[in-house]
C-alpha cells in the first residue's frame, strides 16, 4: 500500500511538472544594448523578475495558457505583448524597448558644454522635458518652471505682474537664461526673456544651480536655466497646442516642419496669446491679472553637411503690449495722473547659431545677436529703453589619451544700453543720455579627468576682462564618484561666480509705484563662493517599482551684494553693495517612483537660509524669500483607455514682505500658501489629445491690500514731512502711501481650463 501511494504521488509531480513552462531572454534597447534592472511580468497570476545586470530575465514555473507580458524600464516606453506557453515548453523571447525624453542616460550640454550623458555628467544637471511640462499647461516657461524643485518664479509687481525667477532663493538677475547654450537673455530682458517662447520649439530644459561663471561668464552666479529647442529632424511634420480658460485667456502654440532642399531642415515655431478681460475679484479697483497681447516668432535653420559637421542658424521675434492698472484706464491715460496704469510694449528680436569649422580638430563657433526695444509708462514714470548684446565663441575639444578631455574656449560679448534713467545720464548734462558700453572679452580652458570608471574630475578656470570694472578670475572644481553596479553616485562641487548688475533692466521695483531710486556709492561687481554636494541613489525594487533619489546641500557666500533696500526710507529703494556679507545655503531632496501599473510619482522639498549681515554683524533674513517650499506631480495612465490623470502642485513657506514702516498694519510675514492643479488627457487615436481641468484647486489668493492705498495712486491724500516720509493724518493713519511691491503670489484664483492638441508626424 505505501509503495503504492508513493508511486502515485511521484506520477503526480511530474505530471504536474510537465504542464510548467518557463520563458527567458534579454531586454534590450532599440539599439540592442542590454538593459539591466528592467522588470518583466505576467499577467494573470503573479509573476515577476527583475533582470540582471547584462539584462537578462527568466521566468520558470509558469502554468501553460496565454499571458500578457509587461515590461517597464524606467525612461524607457512600457511594453506589453501577448504570449502563449505550451506545457512544458521553454520559450526564449528578446524584448526591445523604446527609450522616451526622460531616459537617464540622456545626453545634457549645460554642465560641460558639450554632449554627455547625464548619468555621466561631473555637475548634477536637472532635465525636464516637453511631457513634464504638458502635466500643466501654461502660456509661458516663466509659469511652468513653479513645479521644479528650489526654482520660483517671483513676481516683482501686483500691476503689471512682470517677474523673475529665483534659484535656491537667489533672485532673478542671478540666474542665466539660455537658448541653445547662448546667452541672449541678459540686461533689459531679464524681466520678459522667458516669456513668449513657443512650446512647439521645446525639446526639454537643463537646469544647473550654483555658479556656473567658469563656462558662461557674468549673471551666471545662482545657476543657469538652458532652453533645448527641438531639432527639425526630430520633431513632428505639424503640431498644435491651443487651450483657454474661463478667465478669458487663450494660449495657442503651433510647430512646422518643412525642407530646405536636399539637405536643409527648417522648424517654425509660433506662439499667441490674449487675454483682454478686466477682472479685480479683490475689489481694490485694480486689474487681478495684466491684460496681454504677445505674438513670438521662432524659426529654426539646419543643414546637413559632410562629416555630419554642425550647421544651426535660428531667429526669434516677440512683441507684447502689456497693461494692468485701474479698471476704467485707457490708452488715452498713458503718461497721464488722472487714472494709474503701468502700460508695457516690448518688441524684441534675436539671432543665434552654430557653426562646425569644416577642419581636422573639432573647433565650433557659436554667436547670438538681440536687439529689446521697451516703451513704457509706470503711472506718470516714463521707461524707454534699447539693448543690443553681440554675443560670439569658439570652442576646441581635444581628448588626450584615456583620461583627459580638454575644452578650450574664447569668448567675447558687447552690450549697448540706453534709457532715460539717472542709470545713463550724461556726467556733464543730465539731460542728455551717454549710452552703456561694456566690451567683456574672455577665455576658459575645462579639463575633465577619468581615473577607471568611478573616479572623474574636472578642473575649470575662466579670466575675463570687463571694460569698466577689469580682470575677473573664475575657477571651479568637480568631483563625481560612481559605484560599482552604478546605483550610487555622489557629486561635489565648489566655485566662484560674479555679476555686474545694472538695477533699472533687472529690478522691476526700481520702476514701479510711487518710489524713488537712489544708489549711494560706485556699485562693484558682486562675487560668490558656492559649495555643493550631491547624492544620486538607484533604487530598483520589486514587481516593476523604480525609486530614484537625489539630495543635495547647498552654501554660497556672497561679498559685495547689491541689493534693494525698501526699508530705510519707504518712499525709496536704495541700491548699494552690501557692507558685510551673505549667505545663501539649505538642503534639498527629488524623489521620482515609477511602478509598472502607470502610477509615476515627482515631488521635492527644499529647506533654505538666505540671510544678510550687515557690517556691523546684524543678520536678518532676505526679503521675499521662502524659509521652505515643495513641489510635486502625480500622473497616473490608463493606457488601455488613452487616459491621464495630472495631479501637480507647489507649496510655499513664510516670506518676510516689504512694509511701509512701523504703523503699516499689514503682515510682515506671509503666510504657507499653495497652488494645486489637476487636469485629464484623453488620447483620441494618435494623433489628437483633449485635456482640461482646473487650476489652483484651493482658490488661493493673497490678501486684497496687497497693494497700499490702491485708491490713491497718485498721493494726492498723502502728506509728507519735510524729509520725504510720510505722516500720520486722520485719513492715513497706518502712515502709508501707495506702493505696489507687496507681492508674494499671483492674483489668479480657481479657473478651468480645456485644450486640444493634434500632432502630424511623417
Not at 240 to 246: H, K, P, Q, R
Request: aromatic share 10%.
Amino acid at each position: 500500500m505505501k509503495q503504492s501511494i508513493l508511486m502515485m504521488a511521484m506520477a503526480l509531480a511530474l505530471g504536474l511538472g510537465a504542464q510548467n513552462a518557463s520563458l527567458g531572454g534579454l531586454v534590450l534597447d532599440e539599439n540592442g544594448e542590454a538593459l539591466p534592472f528592467a522588470t518583466v511580468g505576467m499577467q494573470p497570476g503573479n509573476h515577476a523578475v527583475t533582470a540582471d545586470t547584462d539584462g537578462r530575465y527568466r521566468l520558470d514555473q509558469l502554468p501553460a495558457g496565454r499571458y500578457t507580458l509587461r515590461a517597464t524600464s524606467l525612461g524607457f516606453s512600457p511594453l506589453a505583448t501577448t504570449i502563449s506557453l505550451a506545457e512544458g515548453e521553454a520559450k526564449t523571447l528578446d524584448i526591445r524597448l523604446e527609450s522616451t525624453a526622460a531616459a537617464l542616460e540622456e545626453v545634457v550640454v549645460s554642465a560641460t558644454m558639450k554632449e554627455v550623458s547625464k548619468a555621466n555628467s561631473p555637475v548634477p544637471v536637472e532635465v525636464y522635458n516637453a511631457q513634464f511640462f504638458r502635466a500643466n499647461p501654461t502660456p509661458s516657461i516663466f509659469e511652468s518652471l513653479q513645479n521644479v524643485n528650489g526654482v520660483r518664479p517671483q513676481l516683482n509687481c501686483n500691476v503689471c505682474n512682470t517677474g523673475d525667477i529665483h534659484i535656491n532663493g537667489l533672485e532673478g538677475p542671478y540666474t542665466m537664461v539660455l537658448i541653445d547654450g547662448m546667452p541672449i537673455v541678459s540686461g533689459l530682458a531679464t524681466v520678459y526673456g522667458l516669456t513668449g517662447i513657443p512650446q512647439a520649439m521645446i525639446e526639454r530644459v537643463e537646469i544647473v544651480k550654483g555658479p556656473a561663471s567658469t563656462l558662461y561668464g557674468s549673471e551666471a552666479v545662482g545657476g543657469l536655466i538652458n532652453i533645448i529647442t527641438k531639432k527639425p529632424g526630430n520633431a513632428p511634420r505639424f503640431s498644435a497646442d491651443v487651450f483657454s480658460s474661463d478667465w478669458g485667456d487663450v494660449n495657442a502654440d503651433l510647430g512646422l516642419k518643412f525642407g530646405l532642399g536636399p539637405r536643409g531642415q527648417s522648424l517654425l515655431g509660433i506662439n499667441y496669446f490674449n487675454f483682454q478681460n478686466r477682472i479685480d475679484r479683490n475689489d481694490d479697483g485694480f486689474t487681478d491679472v495684466t491684460l496681454q497681447n504677445r505674438l513670438s516668432v521662432f524659426q529654426k535653420f539646419t543643414l546637413d553637411r559632410p562629416e555630419n559637421r554642425v550647421f544651426s542658424l535660428a531667429a526669434r521675434y516677440v512683441y507684447e503690449d502689456r497693461f494692468g492698472g485701474e479698471m476704467d484706464w485707457t490708452k488715452a491715460d498713458r503718461g497721464g495722473d488722472e487714472r494709474y496704469g503701468e502700460s508695457i510694449l516690448t518688441n524684441r528680436w534675436e539671432l543665434l547659431g552654430t557653426y562646425q569649422l569644416p577642419t581636422r580638430e573639432p573647433l565650433m563657433f557659436q554667436y547670438s545677436v538681440n536687439g529689446h526695444h521697451q516703451d513704457s509708462y509706470y503711472g506718470t514714470v516714463a521707461y524707454a529703453a534699447r539693448q543690443y548684446v553681440g554675443f560670439g565663441q569658439l570652442t576646441w575639444n581635444k581628448v588626450l589619451g584615456n583620461s583627459h578631455d580638454l575644452l578650450l574656449g574664447a569668448a567675447y560679448r558687447y552690450t549697448w544700453y540706453d534709457d532715460n534713467t539717472p542709470a545713463t545720464a550724461a556726467a556733464d548734462n543730465p539731460t542728455q543720455t551717454a549710452p552703456s558700453r561694456i566690451a567683456l572679452p574672455g577665455i576658459f580652458v575645462q579639463d575633465e579627468i577619468t581615473l577607471g570608471p568611478r573616479h572623474t574630475f574636472l578642473l575649470g578656470l575662466r579670466y575675463d576682462y570687463n571694460s569698466r570694472h577689469g580682470s575677473v578670475w573664475s575657477p571651479r572644481l568637480n568631483y563625481k564618484y560612481t559605484s560599482p553596479d552604478k546605483k550610487h553616485t555622489l557629486r561635489l562641487s565648489a566655485g566662484n561666480g560674479y555679476r555686474v548688475a545694472n538695477v533699472f533692466t533687472e529690478d522691476h521695483a526700481a520702476l514701479t509705484g510711487a518710489r524713488t531710486v537712489e544708489f549711494r556709492g560706485d556699485l562693484s561687481p558682486e562675487t560668490s563662493w558656492n559649495g555643493n554636494l550631491n547624492y544620486v541613489r538607484k533604487i530598483y525594487a520589486g514587481r516593476g517599482t523604480f525609486i530614484g533619489l537625489d539630495a543635495s546641500a547647498f552654501y554660497t557666500y556672497f561679498s559685495n551684494r547689491i541689493l534693494p533696500d525698501y526699508e530705510t526710507d519707504v518712499n525709496k529703494i536704495i541700491y548699494a553693495n552690501l557692507a558685510g556679507h551673505s549667505v545663501s545655503q539649505g538642503l534639498s531632496l527629488n524623489v521620482d517612483v515609477e511602478f509598472a501599473n502607470g502610477l509615476q510619482l515627482l515631488a521635492g522639498g527644499t529647506f533654505q537660509d538666505v540671510s544678510l549681515t550687515d557690517e556691523d554683524g546684524t543678520r536678518q533674513r532676505q526679503l521675499l524669500t521662502e524659509r521652505f517650499s515643495g513641489v510635486w506631480s502625480i500622473a497616473y495612465r490608463l493606457p488601455r483607455w488613452g487616459l491621464t490623470v495630472d495631479y501637480t502642485g507647489n507649496v510655499y513657506g513664510p516670506m518676510r514682505l516689504p512694509l511701509l514702516g512701523e504703523l503699516d498694519d499689514r503682515p510682515g510675514t506671509s503666510p504657507v500658501w499653495s497652488l494645486q492643479n489637476i487636469q485629464l488627457t484623453q488620447r483620441l487615436g494618435e494623433r489628437v489629445e483633449v485635456y482640461g481641468g482646473v487650476k489652483n484647486l484651493l482658490n488661493y489668493t493673497p490678501p486684497a491690500n496687497s497693494i497700499a492705498r490702491a485708491f490713491d495712486p497718485f498721493d494726492r491724500g498723502v502728506t509728507f514731512g519735510p524729509e520725504g516720509q510720510v505722516e500720520p493724518t486722520p485719513e492715513n493713519p497706518n502712515a502709508l502711501s501707495f506702493d505696489p511691491t507687496y507681492v508674494f503670489a499671483p492674483n489668479q484664483g480657481r479657473r478651468g481650463f480645456l485644450g486640444l492638441r493634434w500632432t502630424l508626424w511623417e
